[in-house]
């Protein structure tokens, strides 16, 4: 069973920075694309960013320019650099595999004060 863990919220100032990890078991980061998502309270779970298996990066619209997907191979892991948070960037982040997802993991709490 696969097992992802996402790590590296917290609390910061809006305009700050934040970088998140997510660590996968097995090999699903060097197999596949990956996707940051998040949810806010009373929404649902949206995607945020995504990594093809060769490397090409998407994002929606309302992080492009600030925040940045990235993987590496060695650790199994994916990353996104949050930078120029808002206010509305508050929600819990998760990791998952946009094709095909799995077990979601607990996210992790990202939280910006105005």
């Known amino acids: 069973q696969v097992t992802l863990v996402e790590s590296g919220g917290g609390l910061v100032q809006a305009g700050g920075s934040l970088r998140l990890s997510c660590a996968a078991s097995?090999?699903?980061?060097?197999?596949?694309?990956m996707g940051w998502y998040r949810q806010a309270p009373g929404k649902q779970r949206e995607l945020v960013a995504s990594i093809t298996y060769g490397g090409r990066t998407d994002y929606a619209d309302f992080v492009k320019g600030r925040f940045t997907i990235s993987r590496d191979y060695v650790r199994n892991t994916v990353y996104l650099d949050m930078n120029s948070l808002k206010f509305e960037d508050t929600a819990v982040y998760y990791c998952?595999?946009?094709?095909?997802?799995?077990?979601w993991g607990q996210g992790t709490q990202v939280t910006v004060s105005s």
């Open positions: 097995g090999s699903i980061v060097r197999s596949n694309a």
């Open positions: 998952n595999v946009p094709s095909q997802p799995r077990a």
